[in-house]
């Protein structure tokens, strides 16, 4: 064990939480410094983000800190898509292997359960109503808005993380360090939550073990399960355009348009018309930077350093994940912070580009493909190369989501994928022909190939 | 002519000055304000870009405002690369044909220059020593501070241009608003500027009419010459590592690292050392972003929107062509301002952007490549297939350096045509298998695949 520190973390979010308890762990005193007031206490934030998809990476998080069994008994596994056409006809296609899914939780009850767990802990002070509103990183000093008082606060940060989200403020006072590269890019998308409330009888409107896409070619809605037998669906939509946030001003717009676009899901909306018009439409945001730390003093973490966009599910995750690497490079930490900083930054920075990447990739294949029979045969295909070849074929989708493989890795594998399966599927009509002596034969050359790559790649990871 | 408009372009810089000719040319009012003292009083900026390379689409802009030929007399073409290697060898490339050369002008003469023309317009007012501190966009309210008396003065701005370069202080403004995209992306490598005076009998101490290029692997040095026999050089070098302006803290570490180096370059450097510890260290960055206009209200241009690094020599040509293309969108023009901004924009972006990525890929040209005998002999060819089939090969530097053909084509083509000389070069030792039969084929049956592909792209442009 090295020296105790007096740590800070601003931001009492799903990572900084989470941060907090691998910490203590540790041996360090931890302080958390939190915007808004308790959640467990306040509702808060309705309309935005209310389910999250909690899959490997951040279940690993969870077993770190004794609580992965305890979260699972609360979240609901969905095996798979649940396509919804424009006549109400279901396809579904499972995620994984048989066993695979990923789990539909309550942002804020995760939240609440991670707060109730670390707030017992000696080590571990929240301070809520706290909002930060300066930084001086050099003098590692930080000003904040006490919220109950209205008074301003000094605070000295021996350690700072970051922990406080895409639109951070210990990032906003890194940005004004030299030579700093940030990006920050939108797209041309918004999303707003909608809700399907439960039936009758209390149960699911709809197939509970599932993620629904209604996809729509350049739009999409999409309902995830919650405990209390509801959906939440968000609806992601142009800002502008024929068919967009914009066109739509009346309830009329709106009936017409659902009923165009997603007949199925109107009986099951009630609160259609008030959701849609009271709910704020949220912005799409990737967010880059380098580096993440300064000096010994500070280090972001989570959406921080690399808020992604929803559509592959890993926001959390990756911020999880963060903490697991973290937490693996402390096993054999030496003292010197600055140099952990710098290790810890350089490791991760591959794998946030990469997810955020895949993330904006996904949403078309989300809001697109996923229409596409010929994409679900694909699919079908890649399930049955993974069967035969399990140790040489991981499907991308299994490989960021049911493994935990660098996100740097898996989008360079699954790009040779790609290109295999484009030779592959010239041969492919029917599942069936899968069978086909040609096409076994051109697998196991291009299997052959590809192991050479991966063989190559495998050293740099 | 359109209703004649009060403009406020923020500063006076290459860009900004020759803005407001072409505007008050169009009959509107123009007011220039600018942080630094008249620069034409008052010495500025030793060490930092004393001089440019300006090419056609700098001169085209310059041919609008009738000073095309008086820059061209105080300008000094330079017909090549002249590569030195460690040992003092030199080897000359041309840049395009016979005729066709970039010029090395002053940055402070030029801008003076434009000054000089535009002070005696009654329309045009220069204001020095006014730094824009925060600007409402929505209000068209700016605040400055006038250095000279050192109040805060407040203006109405009733349309504005941002010409206030790559720390552009509207676009801040325009970054606070919603969704906005933006990046800044740093080089790991900064530059100090050096000088060789002028020999002893005035003249100049290397070959006048060339690009000197010190092409050492990752990092290089250049000279571009000055009309009064000096020339003035510019060391690209990593900010850390092994050797880098980090390893070099003393005299000798200079000394020694020259002598190794850039030992041809020592004799004619009698204050290396002085110029090298005095002068600041530069930083590398390319902005990016969108978009430039909001509403009616405001524009951004130049630097303030594209900010890109040095290494094609078309930063400041790229911002004269911003106010080519402005102007030629001026001539159709029906009153509306806004949607002119939000035309103007659409159309530019694609360009900014390459060329952006071009400058950054030029670097690795420069430093690393024009060293290669074999990189050498590929522009050789590539002269040679310009010659044979001139309306059907522009060599990519060509494109962009002695055409207005738009970034986004030539790099596009560009790449098609690097594809292309890669086959060819297969067959290839010396210039002289050009004529073999083989390559002659294989040149014919690669054009035309490219004409169908260019038939295509030029509908897009």
């Known amino acids: 064990m090295t020296e105790r ?46 389910n999250l998809a909690l899959s490997d990476r951040g279940f690993k998080a969870l077993r770190g800190i004794g609580i992965e069994e305890a979260v699972r008994k609360v979240a609901i596994p969905m095996h798979g898509r649940m396509m919804h056409d424009e006549q109400g006809n279901l396809t579904f296609q499972p995620y994984g292997k048989e066993g695979q899914s990923i789990y539909s939780v309550s942002r804020a009850g995760l939240n609440a359960a991670l707060m109730d767990l670390s707030e017992p802990n000696p080590d571990i002070t929240y301070h809520f109503n706290r909002q930060l509103l300066d930084l001086d990183l050099r003098q590692s000093k930080a000003t904040l808005r006490n919220h109950e008082t209205g008074e301003l606060e000094e605070l000295h940060t021996e350690m700072l993380f970051g922990a406080d989200g895409a639109f951070s403020m210990v990032r906003n ?46 739009y999409m809605m999409i309902a995830l399960p919650n405990i209390d037998g509801s959906f939440t669906c968000t609806l992601f939509f142009p800002y502008e355009g024929e068919l967009s946030f914009e066109s739509i001003k009346t309830d009329d717009d709106l009936l017409n348009f659902f009923l165009q676009t997603f007949p199925d899901a109107i ?61 693996q490079m402390l096993d054999t930490f030496d003292g010197d912070w600055e140099s ?57 989708y299994s490989m960021v989501t049911f493994t935990d493989l660098p996100y740097s890795y898996a989008l360079e594998t699954g790009r040779e994928q790609d290109k295999i399966m484009k030779k592959v599927m010239k041969h492919i009509k029917a599942v069936e022909d899968y069978d086909k002596p040609e096409v076994q034969k051109l697998l196991e050359k291009q299997l052959v190939k590809k192991e050479k790559l991966k063989g190559y790649q495998a050293e740099k990871v």
Not at 7 to 20: E, K
Not at 373 to 389: A, D, M, S, V
Request: glycine content about 8%.
């Open 5 to 50: 520190k007096n740590i800070t973390i601003m931001g009492a979010g799903l990572v900084g939480s989470l941060l907090s308890l691998y910490l203590a762990k540790r041996g360090h005193k931890v302080d958390i410094y939190e915007r808004r007031p308790d959640m467990r206490k306040i509702l808060l934030d309705g309309g935005r983000s209310i």
């Open 173 to 218: 006072a890194m940005q004004k360090t030299e030579r700093y590269n940030y990006s920050q890019s939108y797209l041309e998308y918004g999303y707003k939550e909608l809700t399907i409330p439960p039936a009758e009888d209390g149960g699911w409107a709809l197939e509970k073990n599932a993620l629904h896409i209604w996809p729509r070619g350049n």
């Open 340 to 396: 952990l900083f710098k290790k810890f930054e350089r490791r991760r920075k591959p794998d946030a580009d990469a997810i955020a990447d895949l993330a904006v990739m996904n949403f078309i294949e989300m809001r697109d493909k996923v229409a596409d029979p010929r994409f679900l045969l694909r699919k079908k295909i890649e399930g049955r190369i993974n069967q035969q070849y399990p140790d040489k074929w991981i499907p991308l």
């Open 267 to 327: 009986p099951l909306m009630p609160d259609l018309a008030e959701d849609y018009f009271s709910n704020p439409i949220g912005s799409l945001v990737t967010v880059k930077c380098f580096p993440w730390s300064f000096e010994d003093k500070a280090l972001l973490i989570g959406d921080a350093c690399h808020a992604v966009v929803p559509f592959y599910g890993q926001g959390m995750n990756a911020g999880f994940e963060d903490i697991t690497v973290l937490d």
